[in-house]
Nanobody, 118 residues
Framework: QVQLVESGGGLVQAGGSLRLSCAAS????????MGWYRQPPGKQRELVAI?????????NYADSVKGRFTISADNAKNMVYLQMYRLKPEDTAVYYC??????????WGQGTQVTVSS
């Protein structure tokens, strides 16, 4: 089992910045990828960014956040971060930390609210 705890959400004005953090614990050795997803009000959950850990550290981003968001991982601390710049009202969502097991199982955090005011 893997436990994920997010922090860092909040209310910010458009154009502002926030950094989300995700602390992972448990069977970390079994995790291949970690990422951030979000679920805007009334919409489905969508991928924001993903990073391969303990490997090449490759990343992938949703087109809507490329150039504005950066995902990073600190393997020594079992932490994953999402640095968000130039936030827009359409970035408003509950942001979830995700961990992908090498066998394909998925683990989720409880989510953290990000609200961007116009």
């Amino acid at each position: 089992q893997v436990q994920l705890v997010e922090s860092g959400g909040g209310l910010v004005q458009a154009g502002g910045s926030l950094r989300l953090s995700c602390a992972a614990s448990g069977s970390i050795f079994s995790i291949k990828t970690m990422g951030w997803y979000r679920q805007p009000p009334g919409k489905q959950r969508e991928l924001v960014a993903i990073i391969t850990i303990r490997s090449d550290g490759g990343t992938n981003y949703a087109d809507s956040v490329k150039g504005r968001f950066t995902i990073s991982a600190d393997n020594a601390k079992n932490m994953v971060y999402l640095q968000m710049y130039r936030l827009k009202p359409e970035d408003t969502a509950v942001y979830y930390c995700n961990a992908g097991h090498f066998m394909g199982w998925q683990y989720w955090g409880q989510g953290t609210q990000v609200t961007v005011s116009s």
